[in-house]
């Protein structure tokens, strides 16, 4: 058993990350040296057809991985980190009519509403 060094949780050392929080620690970076910092989970994905997994960015070196979901994820984290753009939008959502204008229209979601 570990201790996670993002949230405290006790897991077992063959998982790649915590179940409870998903952070790992970034070992090494690309160049063998150590880091040491914690990648934190930033989305959900599903690669083709395959099984979804939790992209991390280390919060040191901003190295970015990816790890399957494990059936022991907490599954109330994972839901919050794949709705976290839709709570958080890369915009502010009381210009979202004005950005489409910018973009020539394009985006016009208007004639999917009744």
């Given amino acids: ?3 996670c060094e993002n949230c405290g ?14 952070s790992s620690v ?6 063998g040296e150590e880091c040491g910092g914690i990648y934190e ?3 959900v994905w599903i690669k083709d057809k395959g099984r979804p997994e939790i992209i991390c ?4 070196c901003g190295a970015l991985k990816t790890e399957l979901i494990d059936h022991d994820d907490n599954p109330v984290t994972i839901m919050s980190v794949a709705t976290k ?3 958080n ?3 502010p959502i ?3 009519q004005e950005l489409t204008d910018l973009m020539g229209g394009q985006g016009d979601m208007s004639g999917y509403y009744k």
């Fill in 1 to 3: 058993m570990i201790e």
């Fill in 9 to 22: 949780t006790m897991y077992d050392e063959s998982l790649d990350h915590c179940p409870e929080c998903l």
């Fill in 26 to 31: 970034h070992e090494t970076n690309d160049e």
């Fill in 41 to 43: 989970p930033i989305s």
């Fill in 57 to 60: 960015r280390c919060q040191f």
């Fill in 85 to 87: 753009p839709l709570a």
């Fill in 89 to 91: 939008p890369p915009f």
């Fill in 94 to 96: 009381e210009r979202l």
